[in-house]
């Protein structure tokens, strides 16, 4: 496991096997959906975090409750589902998605994390 998973794992209570799918599909999720110039800068800037999104990137699509919830624009709220799909309950969500951006904050600032937030609708409430 690499530090990303281990730190983020510690800091929420989670297992980390859990964490570092988690972790690759919240990437993964932002990858998509946020503006390409930041979250490309982002990902590439934490150590570890482009082979999350390589890794799991298309896994825990949610089933057809997520495939709905996409195709109506669902976008956070698709990825809360299949993170609850993983087993994951709101506060979890929560505390994984502040402590990855706070560790991506470290390593490409503070910045480029906002320009990524701010491209996703919605996704500042949880952050």
């Known amino acids: ?42 990902i590439e800037a934490i150590p570890g975090a482009s082979d999350l999104v390589a890794q799991y990137n298309g896994e825990g699509s949610g089933g057809l409750l997520g495939g709905l919830m996409n195709a109506m624009g669902g976008g956070v709220m698709a990825l809360g589902q299949q993170l609850m799909s993983q087993g994951l309950g709101m506060s979890e969500i929560t505390g994984l998605a502040k402590e990855t951006l706070a560790i991506a904050r470290e390593h490409a600032g503070d910045e480029v994390v906002d320009e990524v937030v701010a491209s996703v609708p919605g996704l500042s409430q949880f952050v």
Not at 20 to 41: H, N, T, W, Y
Request: no cysteine; aromatic share 2%.
């Open 1 to 42: 496991m690499n530090d990303l998973v281990n730190r983020v794992a510690d800091s929420v209570g989670l297992d980390p096997v859990i964490t570092e799918k988690s972790i690759g599909m919240m990437l993964g999720f932002l990858q998509r959906e946020a503006a390409d110039g930041p979250v490309a800068r982002m």
